[in-house]
C-alpha cells in the first residue's frame, strides 16, 4: 500500500548547489517518522518541496494521493515552519494565528462559522495557550510559539502534519506537550514528519526514522536508522561527541 506521504526521486538544486539528490521515501498513515540529519543536509528543502513551496528539478511528492498544492487547498496538509521563516512582528494574535490553519474551510467571505471557532478553542487548549489567546504572537516565548503554530495545524484538521524543527529553542515543558499532542494526533490517524537533528528525541517520538544528507542514507525503525555507523556517514562525527546533540 501506499503511504500517506510518498516522495519520489526527488531532485532539488539551487544554481550549481545540489540540495536534494533523488530522495525517495514513503511515510505510513497514522505513523510519526523523524526526518534526522545535520544543518544543510537538505531537511528544509524537503520539506518545502513536500508543502508545495518549491518544485523540485524532477521528481514527484503525493499526499494522500494529491499533488502538494490539491492537498494544500483541500486542508490535507499542515505545515509548521521553522521560525526563522515567520515575522513574529506581524499584528496577529495568538487566537488569530491559530484561526489561520481554518482559513481553508472559511468560504469566500472568510466568515469564521461556530464550528471554526470550537476547533480553534479546542486547538487553544490543547496546547494549553487559552489564557494567552489574545496576545500578539510575538509576545509569547519560543515554545509557546511552537505550541500556537502546533494548534493551528491541529485546528486544520490535516492528515498529513510537516513539522520543521519544533523543538530548536523549546523549553523542556514545551517540548513534552508537543510529543505527548503529536503522538495522540498519530494515534487518530495522522500522518506526522519531523523534521530534527535533536537525536536524543527520537526514539521517545517516533515509530520511523529517516536519515538524510541530501540523499536518503537509512530509512526504517529508529533504533536500525540511529546507528553509530549511520551517524558517522550523515553528521561525520562520533555519535557521542557532544557536537550532536540538543540545538546543534
Known amino acids: 500500500m501506499m503511504g500517506a506521504l510518498e516522495v519520489a ?3 532539488v538544486r539551487y544554481g550549481e548547489v545540489l540540495a536534494l539528490d533523488d530522495v525517495s521515501l514513503s511515510v505510513s498513515r497514522g505513523s510519526v517518522c523523524a526526518l534526522i540529519g545535520m544543518n544543510g543536509s537538505g531537511k528544509s528543502t524537503l520539506f518545502k518541496a513536500m508543502s ?9 511528492v503525493t499526499i494522500d494521493g494529491a499533488t502538494p498544492a490539491a492537498a494544500r487547498r483541500a486542508g490535507l496538509l499542515g505545515y509548521v515552519p521553522q521560525s526563522e ?14 484561526l489561520t490553519g481554518r482559513y481553508g474551510r472559511l468560504g469566500f ?16 487548549a490543547r496546547v494549553e495557550l487559552t489564557d494567552y489567546q489574545d496576545r500578539q504572537i510575538g509576545r509569547l516565548s519560543g ?24 523543538f530548536a529553542g523549546v523549553d523542556k515543558r ?19 514528519l519531523i523534521s530534527t537533528h535533536d537525536l536524543h528525541s527520537v526514539p521517545r ?15 526504517g525503525d529508529p533504533a536500525a536508522v540511529v546507528t553509530p555507523d549511520n551517524l558517522i556517514k550523515a553528521f561525520g562525527l562520533d555519535p557521542l561527541d557532544d557536537q550532536i546533540g540538543v540545538g546543534r
Not at 508545495?52 to 514527484?60: A, E, Q, V
Not at 521563516?85 to 491559530?98: M, N
Open 9 to 11: 526521486s526527488v531532485t
Open 52 to 60: 508545495g513551496i518549491l518544485t523540485p528539478d524532477s521528481g514527484t
Open 109 to 124: 467571505l472568510r466568515r469564521p462559522r461556530r464550528a471554526d471557532q470550537l476547533a480553534v478553542d479546542e486547538a487553544l
Open 85 to 98: 521563516e515567520i515575522d513574529w512582528t506581524f499584528p496577529l494574535s495568538v487566537r488569530e494565528v491559530v
Open 174 to 192: 514545551s517540548e513534552a506537550a508537543i510529543t505527548a499532542l503529536l503522538r495522540e494526533e498519530a494515534s487518530q490517524g495522522t500522518t506526522i
Open 143 to 166: 515554545g509557546q510559539r511552537k505550541r500556537a503554530f502546533v494548534a493551528r495545524a491541529i485546528a486544520q484538521n490535516a492528515s498529513v502534519l510537516l513539522l520543521d524543527e519544533p
Open 205 to 219: 517520538l517516533a515509530d520511523q526514522a529517516i536519515l538524510l544528507q541530501r540523499r536518503v542514507l537509512a530509512h
